[in-house]
């Protein structure tokens, strides 16, 4: 999956950068022909496709932030906050499918031992309507804050 990724976003000519820019502005319109039509002032979507990662392993999990990808390519305001907390019992990834590829391999791995990361969701808005976001983020937030558990504090570690 990953090289397929890489291979997508690979070199490109200057003609072929402006092609796939006016298809991605063209795309845009119509998202936000769509979301206009439905009325949508913001949407709440999921953040990552797993919990906080450990140290390191982003690089392998950057598919994980999916979600993420098409609202900043569309250049929409987005922001993103904590809403609950892993608990021990979802300390497992389970892909859809039955993969047994790396992406899948480093999920699971990083799920291991997740109790207690924080998991967000992202709320995207309309061009231009930042304060929209923001308060869609208060109310997400007031919402969720007073029954979210404070976050584990692990024991420093010596140098």
Known sequence: RKAALVEVAGEKSAHVYWLETVARDKLKARVLSALATAGVDVLLCPAL???AVPHGMSRLLAQACSYTFVYNNL???AGTLATTRVQAHEEAY???RDRQDAFCEAARE???GSAGLPVSVQ???MPWRDEMVLGAMRAVERSVGATLPPAPH???ESA
């Open 49 to 51: 496709g797993v919990p």
């Open 75 to 77: 250049n929409l305001p």
């Open 94 to 96: 389970a892909p859809t």
């Open 110 to 112: 990083a799920c291991q």
């Open 123 to 125: 709320v995207v808005g």
């Open 154 to 156: 692990p024991p420093l």
